[in-house]
């Protein structure tokens, strides 16, 4: 399975764009690549999940380049509520539903 | 309605002693998991069953063993507890065993910390 490679944290003030950037170079053609969110003291939530070009939906929009080598999470006017550790997944497609997380992206927002 | 519901919330224990954390899912998913976060927050994951069959079985103790008497449950049964188990365990459950688009639910999660 492709390593990401995301930031450990990230800052932003409420009603700012947010983008987090993964990177996974290893990145294979059966591959997705998928976002969960996890709250303190939650269990991780899906978020969003692409294989290429653009997907939206009511949370948040995920940009993958025509390499697929990295994408962007990108969540629309933060609030206070945001702040959460954002993993990058990559997902074989026809894996046994084995998810590998790594270390996420703290985004911390401030007022 | 709670989807995927774990039992205890919370669990203290000594070394040494046995103990079983239980899940419960009312999605009518497939599949279900365990996963453990240890205290620096990485997500490992531990087990999985599809229809009650186990399918993915990682580097664990064998001390750990799971259960899962039906699709909607899958239980995780721990002897000998060890300090280094004190960590949060996760259920989570997903409409089939892998392909794409197949979100897992996760639960609540079990704070288990040995004395």
């Known amino acids: 399975l492709a390593k990401t490679t995301q930031p450990i944290s990230m800052d932003s003030y409420e009603g700012q764009e947010v983008n987090i950037t993964c990177s996974h170079n290893?990145?294979?053609?059966?591959?997705?690549i998928t976002w969960y969110q996890q709250f303190p003291s939650q269990g991780p939530r899906f978020i969003i999940q692409g294989y290429k070009t653009k997907v939206t939906n009511e949370v948040a929009s995920l940009f993958i380049p025509a390499d697929r080598k990295s994408s962007t999470l990108s969540l629309p006017r933060v609030s206070l509520s945001d702040t959460a550790v954002y993993y990058c997944?990559?997902?074989?497609?026809?894996?046994?539903?084995?998810?590998?997380f790594g270390q996420g992206t703290t985004l911390q927002v401030k007022p | 309605d709670t989807a995927v519901s774990q039992t205890p919330k919370y669990l203290v224990t000594q070394m040494g002693n046995d103990k079983s954390i239980k899940c419960e899912q009312n999605l009518g998913h497939d599949t279900m998991y365990w996963y453990k976060q240890d205290s620096k927050k990485f997500l490992k994951i531990m087990f999985s069953?599809?229809?009650?069959?186990?399918?993915i079985n990682e580097t664990v103790p064998n001390r750990f063993s799971p259960k899962s008497p039906d699709k909607a449950h899958l239980n995780l049964h721990i002897n000998s507890l060890e300090l280094g188990d004190s960590a949060v365990y996760f259920c989570a459950s997903s409409p089939t065993a892998g392909g794409a688009y197949n979100e897992q639910f996760f639960g609540p999660g079990t704070r288990l910390t040995v004395l």
């Open positions: 069953y599809n229809n009650k069959e186990l399918i």
């Open positions: 290893n990145i294979a053609t059966n591959d997705y």
């Open positions: 997944l990559v997902v074989l497609s026809s894996n046994t539903g084995k998810l590998i």
